[in-house]
């Protein structure tokens, strides 16, 4: 037999820490009943232990792990010789498996029981519980993927909407971890010929063209800022947009959300503010996610219940992302409405002017998300010559917001025009780009800032003609966020901290 292949020099092995070769079991498959349930085994001793406990329908224990990636049906059996369940095993040689040493997996029935059971008998055999992540964290610590990639399994796994799924897919494929590679190796020639500088210096040799560095330099902050652009659209693909629905009391916020989420979560009543609690709900909308903050209307409560959902409310526009202000179209836009628009960013903002089916209509038909103004008396003006609409001057701070989107939550009128227009604003009408880099996770977020911040005091530094140890100071600095990043150079407690974000058997 081959010796088993343990890598040993691979690109992380600067990390300091050394692939164990402890051999570790997990239930990899969800919690729960289902068809099949899958336990892994990975490492040196995963081929020995599973040549103990299973039994092939045909042949000896010997066909255990004679042919890589290749199934085997049989039986897992307990000390006694009985069977424990009916399994598929397939066993994976290294280094072509997910965490590059030997795999092996138990495809079993998906009950917890007898998972559970399979499980047992290979932590018997000498195979460890493995921690959460641990898997993944050996196909870094063994150089297969970088740590961009290894958090994009996360990704993958959290992924609620196709279009995150497709990110996080995009990410897996490595374009960060390459992107940002390359960025690092710029930064690090500079790096080579400025400290070639510093060491000649000495001897006189002061030729460095500081201009040229700094100029190479800010090209690499430049696609910093761009991937840090990245980060919104990042963060509502798998978060998703936090939005606030807001109106005054009845003018249909409830209904409106019910609409959006087609089925009855909010409960909806006649009587002005009985929305009391806010509630949370996701809606998938033109592939992003939503999570609806219901809110108990802005405006002055009456009691101490109604008083804390205003409250609520308030602190639920301030973190929100995305504002639907929900007036009522038949009654026009009142002072009420107006005040509480005031402070709301009308870029974050699409103003919803609901119950349209109760606005008449004069025999052409109003169409869901026409666009319209209001006129002075404050009632929508649909621009026919009789009601003409105020020009948008006239509307002082409301010409900042966009027209309203003309819905009726009752018979669904405009609730699609409603979905692109959120869309629209999510994505800034730029269709999302899933195939460039994206910055997934606070910590590149975090990283990516921090390298571009001394990135510019690099640039700084050469410009103003500070002395060459300085401008390499931030430079390194620079180098290491970026290199924490991928995982080039990180060190190994917060290698730990990010696996055990991770699920067990993953
Ligand atoms: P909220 O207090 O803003 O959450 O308002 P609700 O959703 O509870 O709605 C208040 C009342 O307006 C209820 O009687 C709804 O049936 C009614 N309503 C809501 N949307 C519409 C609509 O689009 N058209 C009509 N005709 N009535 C609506």
């Known amino acids: 037999m081959a010796p088993r292949a343990i890598p040993t020099s691979e690109p992380h092995m600067e990390t300091s820490q050394k692939p164990t070769v402890e051999t570790i079991a997990a239930i990899s498959t969800a919690g729960g009943a289902g068809a099949i349930g899958i336990v892994r085994m990975s490492g040196p001793q995963a081929v020995p232990i599973a040549k103990q406990v299973f039994r092939p329908i045909r042949g000896g224990a010997d066909r255990v792990g004679a042919e890589s990636h290749r199934l085997l049906y049989g039986h897992i059996v307990g000390a006694a010789g009985e069977y424990v369940d009916e399994v598929l095993l397939a066993v994976m040689r290294a280094p072509a498996t997910y965490t590059r040493e030997d795999v092996v997996e138990v495809h079993c029935h998906g009950g917890p029981a007898a998972q559970r059971a399979v499980l047992a008998i290979l932590l018997q055999k000498g195979a460890r519980p493995a921690e959460p992540g641990e898997f993944t964290k050996r196909a870094f610590l063994n150089g297969r993927i970088d740590l961009t990639q290894a958090e994009s399994v996360s990704s993958v796994i959290r992924a609620r909407t196709t279009t995150a799924l497709r990110a ?252 692109d227009a959120v869309s629209q604003l999510v994505l800034e009408g730029k269709d999302l780009d899933l195939e460039e880099p994206l910055l997934a996770t606070e910590r590149q977020r975090r990283l990516t800032e921090e390298a571009h911040r001394h990135g510019e005091q690099t640039v700084r530094a050469l410009e103003e003609g500070l002395p060459d140890e300085l401008v390499s100071e931030d430079l390194r600095a620079a180098i290491v966020a970026l290199g924490a990043i991928t995982g080039e150079s990180i060190v190994p407690d917060l290698i730990d901290e990010i696996f055990t974000r991770f699920c067990i058997g993953k």
């Open 168 to 419: 996080a897919v995009r990410q897996l494929e490595g374009g960060l971890g390459d992107r940002l590679r390359d960025l690092r190796r710029q930064l690090v020639s500079v790096l080579a010929e400025l400290e070639a500088g510093i060491d000649f210096s000495e001897e006189d040799i002061d030729d460095l063209d500081r201009e040229g560095l700094a100029s190479r330099v800010a090209r690499v902050c430049r696609q910093l800022e761009g991937l840090l652009a990245t980060a919104f659209t990042a963060r509502a693909l798998e978060e998703g947009v936090r939005t606030a629905i807001v109106g005054r009391p009845n003018v249909g916020k409830s209904s409106l959300l019910n609409a959006l989420l087609m089925r009855e979560r909010a409960i909806v009543s006649e009587i002005p503010g009985t929305t009391r609690d806010t509630i949370e709900e996701t809606l998938e909308c033109g592939g992003i996610l939503l999570r609806l903050v219901d809110t108990a209307g802005l405006r002055e409560g009456r009691d101490h219940v109604e008083v804390l959902g205003i409250e609520r409310s308030r602190a639920a526009l301030d973190s929100a992302d995305l504002i639907l202000a929900v007036f009522d179209a038949a009654e026009g836009l009142s002072g009420e409405d107006r005040h509480l628009l005031d402070g709301v960013d009308p870029a974050r903002t699409i103003l919803v002017a609901n119950k349209i089916d109760l606005v008449p209509t004069r025999g052409d038909g109003l169409a869901g998300g026409e666009a319209a103004w209001w006129g002075k008396s404050g009632r929508l003006s649909r621009g026919d010559g009789a009601n003409s609409a105020d020009s948008p001057e006239d509307l002082g701070e409301l010409s900042q917001f966009a027209p309203p989107i003309l819905v009726s939550a009752t018979t669904g009128h405009g609730i699609d025009e409603l979905r």
